[in-house]
């Protein structure tokens, strides 16, 4: 998974089951609630757009003419 931060200008890697996660080129660590809100944003902002992309292309807009 690659996960960009805007808010912490990072890029997130891997999130492990107990909510540790590790940033590209760090080590892994627990997140401060600050932290949690700015992935959790991020995280949901990227679903949002990939699903209007998803919707886009599932309609047949930008299909070749026939």
């Known amino acids: 998974m690659r996960l960009y931060v805007e808010p912490m200008d990072a890029v997130l890697v891997e999130v492990d089951r107990d909510g540790r996660v ?3 080129h760090e080590e ?3 997140p401060t609630l ?3 809100r700015a992935i959790l944003y991020s995280a949901r902002l990227a679903i949002a757009e990939l699903m209007e ?3 886009i292309l599932d309609s047949g807009a930008g299909r ?3």
């Open 64 to 66: 070749p003419a026939s």
């Open 22 to 24: 590790r940033f590209d």
């Open 34 to 36: 600050q932290e949690r």
């Open 53 to 55: 992309v998803a919707d």
């Open 28 to 30: 892994w660590k627990t």
